[in-house]
């Protein structure tokens, strides 16, 4: 296995909240350019590779320095078809028709298109220092805890997880366990854990803490666009502050 990390960055053609959601514009550019860009940037990613089923988003691709050498096919393109076989596909065909198997794949959401500089770098030394770990994924802690959640039984509220002797419910977050919420911002995974264990997470997944939550975004309704528009024109603004 050669020592090499390449960016996955997955993208369809089909969407429902954004039609054609990965080509859709903030800041001009189409969504999946500002993670092509993002992975570009790294001197550590030796290639940046786009799965797509769509010619448009192919050609998109490439044109902001992608490569596309294959297209995903049209059952890896369906609506509930999870990350997985996904991967699997990518990574299947670079090793029979390449012969290329990289050491670590670097997953970028075009729909989590914010990230602050330096995470790539960040995630693969945390992976190269802990090679037990399967995956790294990029998590923030979470102001929605699962000990304020409820289900509805037989017409009534019932708790969704139980500490035991206490009621949950009704204290403050401050005092009840710190939770975290994977915000797909950036994964990173072994091919191991792909190949041998039939998964894109594994079972030892390190977590890679985000402070700030401006970066946090995931683009799934017109709402999240506006709400990312706004967010790239304060980063936009911040970093022109920064160089002044």
Same mark, same amino acid.
């Given at each position: 296995?050669? !020592?090499?990390?390449? @960016? ?24 999946? !350019? ?15 590779? =786009? ?6 988003? !192919? *050609? ?8 596309? #050498? ?31 198997? #990289? ?55 019932? #708790? ?14 401050? &005092? ?8 797909? =911002?950036?994964?990173? =995974?072994?091919?191991?854990? =792909? ?10 997944? &390190? ?20 709400? !990312? *528009? ?13 160089? @002044?």
């Amino acid at each position: 296995m050669s !020592a090499r990390v390449v @960016t996955l960055i997955p993208a369809r053609g089909g969407s429902k909240g954004i039609p054609r959601k990965n080509i859709a514009l903030l800041g001009g550019k189409p969504l999946i !350019a500002h993670s092509i860009a993002y992975s570009l940037a790294c001197p550590l990613v030796e290639r940046t590779i =786009v799965s797509t089923d769509d010619p448009e988003i !192919a *050609e998109a691709a490439r044109s902001f320095g992608a490569e596309v #050498p294959f297209m995903r096919p049209e059952e890896l393109a369906r609506d509930h078809v999870q990350d997985y076989p996904v991967f699997r596909h990518a990574l299947e065909w670079l090793r029979d028709n390449e012969r290329f198997v #990289p050491e670590l794949v670097v997953q970028l959401r075009p729909t989590s298109p914010l990230r602050p500089a330096g995470l790539i770098e960040e995630g693969l030394k945390l992976m190269r220092a802990h090679p037990e770990a399967d995956c790294l994924r990029t998590v923030n802690e979470s102001v929605i805890t699962p000990y304020k959640l409820w289900n509805i039984e037989g017409g009534y509220l019932a #708790p969704f997880v139980r500490l035991d002797g206490v009621e949950s419910w009704n204290m403050s977050r401050q &005092l009840l366990p710190k939770v975290y919420w994977h915000n797909g =911002v950036l994964d990173i =995974v072994r091919p191991s854990a =792909v190949f041998e264990k039939n998964s894109v997470s594994g079972d030892v997944i &390190l977590p890679l803490m985000m402070r700030d939550p401006i970066y946090s975004i995931d683009i799934d309704r017109p709402i999240d666009l506006l709400v !990312a *528009e706004a967010a790239y024109s304060q980063l936009s603004n911040r970093d022109n502050k920064e160089k @002044t």
